[in-house]
């Protein structure tokens, strides 16, 4: 049954956002009804979008092999043990209501009824103070902001939210610093929002893409009720779930899933993908699906020229240090705190069990602390015990009554390229699934432009990449 304040999830939503280059007639992400038998197909990435790919690939009848050079599947949105019966993700997941296609395809895989919605309340740090900044009661009594500043949020949040999905579109070439100052006035910028622009992006702040923002505050938006709480999902078991639904499915039809594999690079004969180099050896594909960041992916293509491999090699992208942290009592109220306080490293504090009460851990709780950074910064690669030392220290100031001896466990995980830096104009940009080669196939988190990674996007994309797959073949 639903853990307390948690509710099943109803059906799949009407469709909700997908990138415009994946819709169909109806909205939702295109797909095809043919059929390739015998078409043999490597998919380089066990991530999200590398899964569904090759499930509906397999489906279709190819001859499908995944890639995956770690011990497990789901990339950003795998799981780990922390006791027996215990699992957590890596890095934090929600759903928004507006998810169809992560709704859809967990309907196609039967857990559907593992969806849970619940009412969070997000929290602020500001100024040493924590407040609570979520609905309109709060925001009213939030005092760091004059009677017309919080009358324009309210009225910049609910547009916002009722804007067509394409509203970021007349956002392309203007910056987030522009757009914010512009929509929520001056104060407000810089109270909320230019801190945890600053702390997420860093030196790229000032020129990132104010379609990026839009989209992210618009798809919250779609999780809030009339009164502006906010209403998100999760699903009972985590993103481990998924994962496990999407491999039972994989194994079904037949996909041939290969962890622990590390591909040298993309072999191209004669203008054409041919297959891939595995120590040295080389594996024939008639077609090959890259579903790995762009900073690795270039690496499998390194012999590949024009247009198409050189803009690939342009593209920039932070990574993140995320430290998680088993607590033996709550810390806060809040699913999302944030930071708007240039002491502390960093942007947010997630506790997912405020979400998630994730019963079989007996009432501890889980926090996530994360930090984005350039993969060549020395904070990058400090110790964990250093990465732990200053969140202790920085939880201590939000919360006085925090002592280290209220963690029973803690982890630190890293990547090395999770955020695209999204800057004005980058539609531009943006990478086809299609490459310059045939054969040759690459997903990746730029094509998710305007909108931030999630399970959802994610999803759509692996479909689009099999549609085109299987369109070629």
């Given at each position: 049954?639903?853990?307390?304040?948690?509710?099943?999830?109803?059906?799949?939503?009407?469709?909700?956002?997908?990138?415009?280059?994946?819709?169909?007639?109806?909205?939702?992400?295109?797909?095809?009804?043919?059929?390739?038998?015998?078409?043999?197909?490597?998919?380089?990435?066990?991530?999200?979008?590398?899964?569904?790919?090759?499930?509906?690939?397999?489906?279709?009848?190819?001859?499908?092999?995944?890639?995956?050079?770690?011990?497990?599947?789901?990339?950003?949105?795998?799981?780990?043990?922390?006791?027996?019966?215990?699992?957590?993700?890596?890095?934090?997941?929600?759903?928004?209501?507006?998810?169809?296609?992560?709704?859809?395809?967990?309907?196609?895989?039967?857990?559907?009824?593992?969806?849970?919605?619940?009412?969070?309340?997000?929290?602020?740090?500001?100024?040493?103070?924590?407040?609570?900044?979520?609905?309109?009661?709060?925001?009213?009594r939030f005092p760091h902001l004059r009677a017309r500043d919080k009358a324009r949020f309210a009225l910049t949040t609910a547009l916002t939210k009722l804007r067509a999905e394409d509203g970021w579109q007349q956002?392309?070439?203007?910056?987030?610093?522009?757009?914010?100052?512009?929509?929520?006035?001056?104060?407000?910028?810089?109270?909320?929002?230019?801190?945890?622009?600053?702390?997420?992006?860093?030196?790229?702040?000032?020129?990132?893409?104010?379609?990026?923002?839009?989209?992210?505050?618009?798809?919250?938006?779609?999780?809030?009720?009339?009164?502006?709480?906010?209403?998100?999902?999760?699903?009972?078991?985590?993103?481990?779930?998924?994962?496990?639904?999407?491999?039972?499915?994989?194994?079904?039809?037949?996909?041939?899933?290969?962890?622990?594999?590390?591909?040298?690079?993309?072999?191209?004969?004669?203008?054409?993908?041919?297959?891939?180099?595995?120590?040295?050896?080389?594996?024939?594909?008639?077609?090959?699906?890259?579903?790995?960041?762009?900073?690795?992916?270039?690496?499998?293509?390194?012999?590949?020229?024009?247009?198409?491999?050189?803009?690939?090699?342009?593209?920039?992208?932070?990574?993140?240090?995320?430290?998680?942290?088993?607590?033996?009592?709550?810390?806060?109220?809040?699913?999302?705190?944030?930071?708007?306080?240039?002491?502390?490293?960093?942007?947010?504090?997630?506790?997912?069990?405020?979400?998630?009460?994730?019963?079989?851990?007996?009432?501890?709780?889980?926090?996530?602390?994360?930090?984005?950074?350039?993969?060549?910064?020395?904070?990058?690669?400090?110790?964990?015990?250093?990465?732990?030392?200053?969140?202790?220290?920085?939880?201590?100031?939000?919360?006085?009554?925090?002592?280290?001896?209220?963690?029973?466990?803690?982890?630190?995980?890293?990547?090395?390229?999770?955020?695209?830096?999204?800057?004005?104009?980058?539609?531009?940009?943006?990478?086809?699934?299609?490459?310059?080669?045939?054969?040759?196939?690459?997903?990746?988190s730029y094509q998710l432009h305007p909108h931030d990674r999630a399970i959802s996007f994610s999803t759509d994309l692996g479909r689009e990449a099999a549609r085109l797959v299987l369109e070629d073949g």
């Open positions: 049954s639903p853990a307390p304040g948690a509710t099943r999830a109803p059906a799949p939503p009407a469709p909700g956002w997908c990138h415009p280059s994946l819709r169909g007639a109806d909205g939702t992400a295109r797909r095809t009804g043919r059929t390739v038998p015998g078409v043999r197909v490597a998919v380089i990435g066990g991530g999200i979008a590398g899964l569904v790919a090759a499930r509906d690939l397999g489906r279709a009848g190819a001859e499908v092999t995944v890639l995956e050079r770690a011990p497990h599947l789901g990339g950003q949105a795998a799981s780990f043990v922390i006791g027996p019966g215990q699992e957590i993700e890596r890095f934090y997941h929600f759903i928004c209501s507006g998810d169809s296609g992560y709704l859809t395809m967990l309907d196609e895989l039967g857990i559907a009824d593992l969806v849970r919605w619940r009412t969070t309340d997000m929290g602020l740090f500001l100024d040493g103070e924590l407040h609570t900044l979520g609905d309109p009661l709060s925001l009213l956002l392309e070439d203007v910056t987030a610093v522009e757009w914010l100052t512009r929509a929520y006035g001056p104060r407000t910028y810089r109270l909320l929002y230019q801190p945890l622009l600053e702390s997420k992006f860093q030196e790229h702040a000032p020129d990132i893409s104010a379609a990026w923002m839009w989209a992210r505050l618009h798809r919250l938006g779609q999780s809030r009720s009339r009164t502006l709480k906010e209403r998100i999902g999760y699903l009972v078991g985590g993103s481990a779930a998924y994962v496990d639904a999407l491999e039972k499915s994989l194994t079904e039809s037949q996909v041939e899933l290969r962890p622990r594999t590390t591909v040298d690079r993309v072999a191209v004969v004669g203008g054409r993908a041919t297959g891939v180099v595995i120590d040295g050896q080389h594996h024939p594909y008639d077609a090959v699906l890259s579903t790995v960041p762009v900073p690795h992916a270039v690496g499998l293509f390194a012999e590949l020229e024009g247009p198409y491999f050189d803009n690939l090699r342009s593209l920039d992208y932070l990574g993140v240090v995320v430290a998680t942290l088993r607590l033996d009592r709550r810390l806060s109220p809040y699913y999302w705190t944030n930071v708007s306080d240039a002491r502390l490293p960093m942007s947010g504090v997630i506790e997912a069990t405020n979400l998630n009460p994730m019963p079989e851990l007996g009432g501890d709780a889980i926090v996530y602390i994360p930090q984005y950074l350039s993969p060549a910064s020395p904070r990058f690669l400090e110790p964990d015990d250093a990465v732990l030392d200053r969140y202790v220290e920085a939880l201590s100031l939000m919360h006085p009554g925090f002592d280290r001896s209220w963690i029973r466990a803690s982890w630190v995980h890293r990547e090395r390229w999770t955020q695209p830096i999204c800057r004005r104009g980058f539609t531009a940009q943006v990478p086809g699934v299609r490459t310059s080669v045939p054969g040759l196939y690459l997903t990746d």
